[in-house]
């Protein structure tokens, strides 16, 4: 019985092989790795400036910091945001992240437990229960808003910071809440920078 003759790749078929595995690898660098980013950019650009570039926020012609990144505040008179564990020491844009620890993790544990403890001490006058996000760090660690109930529980402190009563504050809280995202989607919030800015009488634009 005959047997059909073993086919063996030739040089002239391998060669061809590999240059049409180059010529693809070229255009598709040039076509995804190349022309789309540039043209996502330069439409992002075009469309949404402000988020494109940053969020970034000016005051007096200088730049400050960013409305989509947390930072640290820690100074009486101005609100401050939730823990951060991104980067060496925290709030760092280069190495979001969070803790990664349980709940059973005694070293989370004690990390709570201290935070409480420094919130009752810088917040003697507040009347509420400490709310759980000023405990806890966010998933990104650069999380740039707070529950509006983490932002009622230190307005006793700015307060007397600014000598201001409680009320002006706590309005000035309430007039910066942004509510779900269509109505539907996650919770309310309010963003520290924006509290902070509107203190000083710089509305976030």
Known sequence: MATAPELAPTRDNTLNHLGT???YTIVSVILLGIVYPLVMSGLALA?????????????????????IIGQLWTKPQYFQGRPSAAGKNGYDPTATGGTNLGPTSKK??????????????????????????????????IDPDISPEAAYYQT??????????????????????????????????????????????????
């Open 47 to 67: 469309i949404f400036p402000k988020q494109a570039g940053g969020s970034m926020v000016t005051v007096g012609g200088k730049t400050v910091a960013s409305d």
């Open 21 to 23: 595995a180059a010529l």
């Open 108 to 141: 989370l544990i004690d990390a709570t437990r201290d935070a409480i403890q420094a919130l009752q001490k810088a917040n003697p006058d507040a009347t509420v229960p400490i709310p759980m996000d000023l405990v806890t760090s966010s998933a990104s660690g």
């Open 156 to 205: 006793p402190r700015i307060a007397k910071a600014r000598r201001m009563s409680v009320a002006a504050v706590n309005a000035v809280v309430a007039s910066h809440v942004h509510g779900r995202e269509l109505g539907f989607l996650g919770e309310p919030r309010v963003n520290v920078l924006e509290l902070n800015l509107a203190l000083e009488g710089t509305p976030l634009k």
